[in-house]
């Protein structure tokens, strides 16, 4: 079959004419796509010009001779430029006790020393040993000494009891307890049954 010359026209124009509208399909939906697009623009970012160093989850572990002493958790934290300094928000703190046992915290927010591991709970401060729930708005931990203590109004309960003190220290190696200033207690026996 032979293509005569009007068909060879006739298809040259289909073929330019389609490829006309391709190439204005195509430049329409460029030019359309730049018009209806919007740059993207971040918002809300927070530039912490103190910290040298921000965590979304942070967990320390502390070791004397070989022996675990303590694991922090914290869901955040920021390291302070020049001070050696964490900060810490929404704490959970794990004391290994020598007997096996353990000692947990929380709290809402705290530092820790990145130098000597000195920790400071504050907000909502809870102490838990087995049964036992020390309730205060600050505590602190001091790693050289292995004691915890608070300046500051406490509240131990368990199921039979009920202590107030201005003041406590908690010796973690010794397992001794002090309270201080306006010690007040409320005892009473469970029978067995």
Request: glycine share 4%; aromatic share 8%.
């Amino acid at each position: 079959m032979f293509l005569n010359k009007a068909r060879i026209k006739k298809i040259k124009l289909i073929s330019i004419t389609l490829l006309c509208i391709i190439l204005v399909g195509l430049a329409g939906t460029y030019y359309i796509e730049k018009l209806t697009s919007k740059d993207n623009i971040i918002e809300n970012i927070k530039i912490d010009s103190e910290a040298t160093l921000a965590l979304k989850f942070m967990k320390h572990t502390s070791s004397r001779n070989g022996i675990r002493e303590w694991i922090l958790e914290a869901d955040s934290a920021r390291h302070i430029k020049n001070e050696a300094l964490a900060i810490l928000k929404k704490i959970r703190l794990t004391f290994f006790l020598d007997d096996g046992k353990k000692l947990y915290a929380t709290a809402d927010e705290g530092t820790m020393s990145t130098l000597s591991h000195d920790i400071t709970l504050s907000g909502n401060v809870n102490l838990e040993y087995m049964e036992t729930l020390l309730k205060t708005e600050q505590l602190h931990y001091e790693k050289k000494s292995h004691i915890i203590y608070s300046n500051v109004h406490v509240t131990i309960t368990n199921k039979t009891s009920v202590i107030k003190a201005d003041t406590i220290t908690y010796n973690l190696t010794t397992n001794q307890i002090i309270l201080e200033g306006h010690v007040k207690g409320f005892f009473s026996e469970i029978p067995d049954f």
